[in-house]
């Protein structure tokens, strides 16, 4: 049954993951998009709707995941079980764990071999989130061909943070969705009329 089979592996993704969602990212792409659920520009395009919405970025795209691949199947009641299913199975490893160390607190985390694996575990972790972001942003720069649009917006977008520090990410992520627009509707639309 599926929606079993989504809240194991989303269970398992929750249990095995530390240093929080980007670091899920690797196994989630290897276990939706290596299961055949997802392709990985449309489980791109559901990171980057996780990224944009409130709450945690690991939960909505555990949130989307279970919605659309139940969709079809199921209709929309199936799609919102399905989600509470893969959100769920994200959740509750924290969840437990959480629960166990607060019981054992003192003497777990004084622990000298928890210390130890702790400390290896921090060098895994900023090794994941790098190699996420780096595949993250290759694969939405460089797919057939070079996508010139996509490095015009991340240069602007980059330059306006460096330039207005404070400038909010909610207004950031807005021009983006603007320009995003221009290049890739606006511009062809003009240019597919002049024609």
């Known amino acids: 049954m599926i ?3 989504l809240f194991i592996v ?3 993704i929750g249990l095995f993951t ?5 670091a899920m990212l690797p196994m989630i792409i290897d276990q939706v998009v290596g299961r055949g659920w997802l392709s990985k520009d449309a489980l791109a395009n559901f990171v980057a709707i996780a990224e944009s919405t409130p709450g945690p970025f690991a939960i909505n795209t555990a949130t989307l995941v279970g919605f659309k691949l139940v969709e079809e199947t199921y209709g929309l009641i199936g799609a919102f079980l399905g989600s509470i299913f893969t959100t769920l199975g994200v959740v509750l490893p924290s969840f437990i764990i959480i629960i166990i160390i607060a019981r054992y607190a003192k003497d777990f985390l004084d622990n000298k071999i928890v210390k130890n694996a702790l400390l290896g575990i921090k060098a895994i972790v900023v090794g994941l989130i790098l190699a996420v972001v780096l595949d993250l ?3 939405n720069i460089y797919k057939e061909k070079i996508d010139i649009y996509a490095i015009i917006i991340i240069v602007i977008i980059f330059t306006l943070k ?3 520090k ?3 990410p909610i207004l950031l992520i807005i021009i983006s969705g603007i320009l995003g627009i221009f290049f890739y509707y606006a511009i062809p639309t003009v240019l597919a009329l002049s024609t």
């Open 137 to 139: 942003i290759l694969s």
């Open 18 to 22: 530390i240093g929080g969602g980007y």
């Open 10 to 12: 989303f269970f398992m």
């Open 3 to 5: 929606f079993l089979e």
């Open 166 to 168: 404070k400038l909010s």
């Open 162 to 164: 460096k330039i207005y």
